[in-house]
């Protein structure tokens, strides 16, 4: 069995055999379901209820401002203003909706006014000036002499159909799903990178502190201890990954079946309604999903990680030997996390409107960014020759890193009692 072997086996297992690594490979899940289940939860909750008083002196408005679940309108537009201030202020109340009387309503456009302890919320505003500008319009409408209901039916609402140029139906908002998707394995590996990157660079780290990396760099070369951690820490991790796939699955599938049998008469009910109409689009959405390059998707997931973790872990790994603790290595992180962030940035605002423009393409080829921008771009159909050269880019340049950090790292493992700096780690390079 050869030396980079052994490393990789002690690595792996002593990995696999930490308690935390266990706890947290059965547990993760489990903590994933309980947060979705915690959200969910709150989300049914409903907050207090707002009240809001209306004080229109121009006795137009008062009854079109109906009660939600959230806010309650309460006409007090008979009571003196100053009253009104002073329930504000005594926190009563959450705000006044004041309106002047005028008779024209383009100034009175400008005269309203909110009045409030705190600023309200955008969203909230909006509707109101939604609800008065309606009003006003239709006003508007009948002192010209217009006949408003003419108007109303006269008002169209279109509904574009989407087919493909084979003449099959389609559904809106699909490449927002396929974003969501390439988006959500994008994500997972840049987690995991700065997850097992870290694992990295703390082992390192600990060796080095407690002076045994003196004793094993004595019959082992530089190169192969580090390549040794970066494969033994990579098969952990995907194992781990494994496992939580499985339960995931698992979990997935119980709670499929739980909350299946509670809506299937609802679900029923509302398909009969609609004429079949939501179990169609439902349908719909379902074939597209499953056209899509699943089984592609998914083997590219697990080279990107492996070739995206290679990638980042032995720049963990070189700053875990240039580094004495956790502390000083936090000026070394930026410039590794910025590409990752960069990748998903560039993902959502580039692969959403157009996924095979020059900017996604680029950044799907560029090694720092691929394994998160050319995930995105998969589910929008990718010619494999793209991903092939972007697969190949990206291994080169892990061989290439990685003979760069092992100069860092043969210099840096022996290095102790001082902080080093860019300057340093370049002349590093140079030995």
Do not use: C
Not at 94 to 118: C, H, R, V, W
């Amino acid at each position: 069995m050869s030396i980079l072997t052994l490393i990789i086996k002690r690595e792996f297992i002593a990995k696999v055999r930490n308690k935390s690594f266990i706890v947290m490979t059965f547990l993760s899940p489990l903590l994933f379901v309980a947060l979705a289940a915690f959200v969910g939860y709150l989300s049914t909750l409903r907050s207090d209820v707002k009240k809001i008083m209306i004080h229109d002196e121009s006795n137009l408005f008062a009854n079109d401002f109906k009660q939600t679940d959230e806010y309650h309108y309460l006409d007090f537009s008979q009571m003196p203003l100053q009253a009104l201030k002073d329930s504000i202020v005594a926190e009563k109340y959450e705000g006044i909706l004041f309106i002047p009387k005028n008779a024209d309503n383009k100034e009175l456009s400008t005269k309203i006014q909110y009045i409030s302890n705190e600023s309200p919320s955008m969203s909230f505003i909006e509707d109101l000036q939604d609800i008065i500008g309606k009003k006003m319009t239709v006003d508007n409408f009948q002192k010209a002499g217009l006949d408003t209901l003419a108007i109303k039916n006269a008002q169209a609402k279109v509904n574009i159909n989407l087919t493909k140029v084979s003449g099959e139906e389609t559904v809106k908002g699909l490449n927002e799903i396929k974003v969501i998707i390439g988006g959500a394995f994008g994500y997972l590996i840049m987690m995991f990178i700065i997850i097992y990157g870290n694992m990295v660079m703390r082992s390192v780290i600990e060796e080095k502190t407690n002076r045994i990396i003196e004793i094993i760099i004595s019959s082992v070369k530089p190169f192969q201890l580090m390549m040794g951690k970066i494969i033994g820490t990579s098969l952990a991790g995907v194992l781990q990954f494994v496992i939580w796939a499985i339960v995931g699955t698992i979990l997935f599938f119980v709670a499929s079946l739980f909350f299946g049998m509670e809506m299937s008469t609802p679900t029923t009910e509302m398909a009969s309604a609609s004429g079949n109409n939501f179990a169609g689009t439902a349908q719909l959405y379902i074939s597209e999903l499953m056209n899509l390059p699943l089984g592609t998707l998914l083997s590219s997931f697990l080279i990107y990680f492996i070739g995206g973790y290679f990638l980042y872990s032995s720049i963990y790994a070189a700053i875990g030997a240039a580094v004495d603790n956790e502390t000083d290595s936090q000026q070394f992180l930026l410039p590794i996390i910025m590409p990752l962030m960069l990748g998903v940035y560039i993902g959502f605002f580039s692969v959403l409107s157009e996924p095979h423009g020059t900017i996604a393409t680029v950044f799907s080829m560029i090694p720092l960014t691929s394994p998160i921008v050319m995930l995105m771009r998969i589910p929008f159909g990718v010619p494999w020759w793209q991903i092939l050269i972007s697969v190949t880019i990206l291994f080169a340049t892990f061989f290439f890193v990685v003979w760069f950090a092992s100069k860092i790292y043969r210099v840096g493992i022996l290095m102790y009692g001082k902080k080093p700096t860019w300057k340093e780690l370049y002349k590093w390079l140079k030995y």
